[in-house]
């Protein structure tokens, strides 16, 4: 795609990747692909703000050129070292022999590492500023959002923040601007995003907003680096960052489960339906044939966790196993739970479905519950009356008092 302009004297140049279908080392399913963005800013002097993944790199120096000459760029920042934002600094310095590399201390200790570039740096920290002529870059550090070396750069005479990775979504759209797109698909994106990247990270999510506040900084409009530029009302994408963070939550159970021959994914349903009957939303899915990133996503605002595997080993099944592993590293504050499965001569999964959901900070509320091959008659009756007294206690739990202390 073409360079757009999104504010007076500044660009996207970025590339959209419409094909990329996981992230992360293949924690995170892209369904809707991903965008890479840059921003150029045109002034007296010349700041480019990001870079794009490396085999983009033709694709961004492409935009740039329709708006500059490269060998113009009087500065390369670089908010965060990661790859798909970083990756294409070695190419685009290659055309800017003048250009300044500006990024945290700890961004240039990365960059050193991964590119090994001779390049001429200079490392900035909250509060400090850079002159362009009419508009002004001025840096907030924000570190462990995600990574420890990340930044904001804002532009305070246009109320411009560019915050790299915070509030993003990967999706792939030939349109710019949070008013252009699906209102449904983007909040979904956006909650995908928060859950399966910053959820672990949300205290410092809501320091960071609130030191943005106290700042006095004015926003009318947030580029980050995925996904779409809010323009229309950026307010929207940092309310809900608030929410989320503070772990505010809905009468919502996720079931997940992996199953050998069916007798786990009996309960799972049985147990759901009992669950409903109480009039709270269930969701249910097996975790080894469903989009993971979208379960977590699901997770994000639901009271009750319940987590059920056939045991194997005496243990719960591979994907599963995999699966609370990451579930454990999100840590999810105020939630309750409890574990369920199904066994054949030795259980042992639920038992240790159980311990992981503890070590992950999830109340246990109800006792596991385990069947002996296929559930009969007398046990479906059992399972479903779990179901009602799981919805009830999703019903009675003040949850969110509880997150809005923690």
């Known amino acids: 795609m073409s360079a757009v302009k999104i504010k007076e004297g500044v660009y996207w140049v970025g590339v959209v990747d419409w094909n990329v279908r996981s992230f992360h080392g293949h924690t995170y399913n ?16 010349i700041a480019l703000i990001d870079s794009v993944y490396a085999p983009f790199s033709k694709e961004l120096l492409a935009n740039i050129s329709e708006i500059v000459p490269l060998e113009k760029i009087d500065y390369m920042v670089v908010n965060h070292v990661e790859g ?3 990756g294409a600094v070695p190419e685009v310095l290659k055309y800017c022999p003048k250009a300044k590399v500006i990024g945290t201390e700890k961004c240039k200790l990365g960059m050193n590492k991964n590119y090994y570039g001779s390049w001429d740096w200079q490392t900035v920290k909250t509060g400090d500023k850079i002159s362009l002529g009419k508009n002004t870059l001025a840096f907030v550090e924000a570190p462990m959002l995600h990574w420890p070396d990340s930044m904001f750069t804002y532009i305070p005479e246009l109320e411009l923040l560019m915050p790299n990775d915070a509030f ?38 809501l320091r960071k907003i609130e030191e943005v506040v106290k700042m006095g900084i004015k926003i009318n409009m947030i580029a980050p680096s995925h996904g779409i530029i809010w323009r229309k009302d950026p307010a929207k994408i940092i309310n809900a960052y608030v929410k989320w963070a503070k772990n505010e939550t809905t009468d919502k159970v996720v079931i997940a489960y992996e199953t050998m021959w069916k007798s786990t994914e009996l309960m799972a349903k049985t147990i759901g339906d009992g669950i409903s009957s109480t009039g709270v939303k269930v969701v249910i899915a097996n975790i080894s044939e469903v989009d993971k990133t979208n379960v977590i996503k699901e997770m994000l605002d639901a009271k009750g966790y319940l987590l059920g595997s056939s045991t194997h080993g ?36 639920a038992k240790s479905i159980e311990s992981v959901l503890t070590a992950a900070g999830v109340e246990i509320v109800q006792p596991l519950i385990q069947c002996q091959f296929v559930p009969d008659k007398a046990e479906l009756k059992k399972l479903f009356e779990y179901g009602v007294e799981f919805g009830n206690k999703i019903k009675k739990s003040d949850a969110n008092c509880v997150f809005c202390k923690g």
Not at 168 to 183: C, M, N, P, V
Not at 317 to 340: N, V, Y
Request: no cysteine; glycine share 10%.
């Open 168 to 205: 993003g979504q990967h999706i792939s759209t030939s349109k710019r601007f949070d008013d252009e797109i699906d209102q449904g698909e983007l909040m979904d994106e956006a909650a995908a995003y928060y859950a399966n990247i910053l959820l672990p990270f949300s205290p410092l999510v």
């Open 84 to 86: 798909d934002h970083s």
């Open 314 to 349: 005496n243990d719960m099944l591979p994907a599963l196993a995999g699966f609370l592993s990451f579930l454990k590293d999100m840590k999810p504050k105020g939630r309750i739970g409890a574990a369920f499965g199904s066994y054949g001569w030795a259980g042992g999964a």
């Open 30 to 45: 892209t369904k809707r692909g991903t965008t890479y963005n840059s921003y150029l800013i045109v002034d007296e002097k």
